[in-house]
């Protein structure tokens, strides 16, 4: 946040000194503060919109600030980030819930899954994704849904195979977003345990003695999930 504010504050001094006679300061000062808790995409974004226009030392010196952000993500960057998407969220949220009501083996989906997305996270870290990678991660929302809502328990090993293909999905898209280094990727993989684990509470606490219950809540998830998959292909 503060090398964001830094490169707004440069942005803000770029702004000043273009501020012709006539032109709304408010609008300028608007433009500032939503750059300044803005993404750094956003702040990209805004730096190639202004390339030609900005003088090459300017542009040298703010381009530098955007790398110094990315390149210095920590591990709260990367235990924070699951927590941030709603495919993230609920996709590991619903591991957990499926684990203590379908397997003997609690344990065994959410390791499956941390597993996977730490090997996704360091291929996604070295440019290495597969395609429509968005439209996938929103997909695994709905398939975990209905999975929760099946009259039946799918076969443990299929079940598997589908939890671990999504973790190397979401976990390529998070080393996709975020920085290399294993501090981040620990946080990361910190952060999938945690929300896994809240998945798994609730599940112990609420769910397993009302089946019926789970059953809604996996249609409703499922139905989230639809509606993110349609956000990313329209």
Not at 109 to 137: D, H, K, R, W, Y
Request: with cysteine; charged share 5%; glycine share 10%.
């Amino acid at each position: 946040i503060n090398l964001q504010r830094q490169v707004a504050a440069l942005l803000a001094r770029h702004i000043y000194w273009h501020t012709q006679w006539g032109q709304s300061v408010q609008v300028h000062e608007q433009v500032v503060y939503q750059i300044a808790y803005a993404p750094v995409v956003a702040v990209a974004q805004y730096l190639a919109d202004y390339a030609e226009q900005l003088a090459i030392n300017t542009l040298k010196q703010r381009l530098a600030a955007l790398a110094q952000w990315h390149g210095e993500h920590g591990f709260a960057d990367g235990f924070w980030h699951p927590f941030l998407g709603v495919d993230h969220l609920l996709a590991m949220l619903l591991v957990g819930v499926w684990s203590v009501l379908n397997a003997r083996k609690v344990w065994l989906a959410p390791a499956v899954f941390v597993v996977l997305l730490t090997i996704g996270a360091v291929l996604g870290q070295n440019g290495i994704a597969v395609p429509m990678l968005e439209p996938l991660a929103a997909t695994s929302v709905l398939v975990l849904g209905a999975m929760l809502a099946l009259p039946f328990r799918p076969a443990l090993p299929a079940a598997l195979a589908v939890i671990g293909g999504f973790a190397l999905v979401h976990g390529m898209a998070h080393g996709g977003e975020l920085a290399t280094g294993s501090t981040i990727l620990a946080g990361v993989v910190l952060g999938s345990v945690a929300l896994h684990a809240v998945g798994m509470i609730f599940a112990h606490a609420v769910l397993r003695t009302r089946p019926q219950l789970a059953v809604c809540l996996g249609q409703f998830t499922a139905l989230i999930g639809g509606g993110l998959v349609l956000s990313t292909v329209l």
